[in-house]
């Protein structure tokens, strides 16, 4: 349990208003919901995958310093660009179906801080898997509750707010994380 809930809320958080929610929402409205969450499992299982694998490999060879080190920077660089205006959602290709919506996804699911993040915590923890399912998990919460909300999703402003409220948390948490493991703050022992 030590790597699935901090997987899921920090997928979850770093998903916020970015490209993988807003195609989500897309297709959802476009009536093509099984088929998008079908790919987007796909798309993160291969995704997170490879980066739990990686993580598996990384975690005997690097200290725990460096692995709280590995996941605040994780943290760090998921809350920097909510920063920024998000991303455009890739375009919906082709029609409604799985093969168009996995192509979609893919392009969003890897390279992302989300990745990145079950990659730190697959070589922080002891079970990469725990890693990938706490990612899945979070990244299809992220989907669900976009596509939920349909046209109701906040747009403009309110979304822009919700993300910035997101980074602040995760660069603080990220950088005081990596601090810590650098061995900075003093614990007074």
């Known amino acids: 349990m030590d790597s699935i809930v901090p997987a899921l809320l920090a997928v979850l958080l770093a998903e916020t208003g970015g490209r993988t929610q807003m195609l989500a929402r897309a297709r959802a409205l476009a009536g093509d919901l099984g088929a998008a969450l079908g790919a987007l499992t796909l798309a993160s299982l291969a995704a997170y995958g490879i980066a739990a694998v990686g993580g598996y490999f990384i975690g005997p060879l690097i200290p725990t310093e460096a692995k709280d080190m590995l996941f605040g920077l994780s943290l760090l660089f998921a809350g920097l660009p909510l920063l920024l205006k998000p991303k455009p959602a890739p375009a919906m290709i082709g029609a409604k179906g799985l093969p168009s919506a996995l192509l979609g996804f893919a392009k969003t699911q890897f390279g992302d801080a989300a990745q990145f993040i079950v990659f730190a915590l697959a070589a922080r923890g002891s079970s990469p898997s725990l890693a990938l399912l706490g990612g899945l998990a979070g990244v299809l919460l992220a989907a669900l509750l976009a596509s939920a909300m349909g046209k109701d999703w906040p ?9 910035w409220g997101i980074a602040i948390l995760l660069i603080v948490v990220g950088s005081y994380m990596a601090v810590n493991a650098m061995g900075l703050i003093h614990r007074g022992d």
């Open 155 to 163: 747009q403009g402003r309110p979304i822009i707010l919700i993300r």
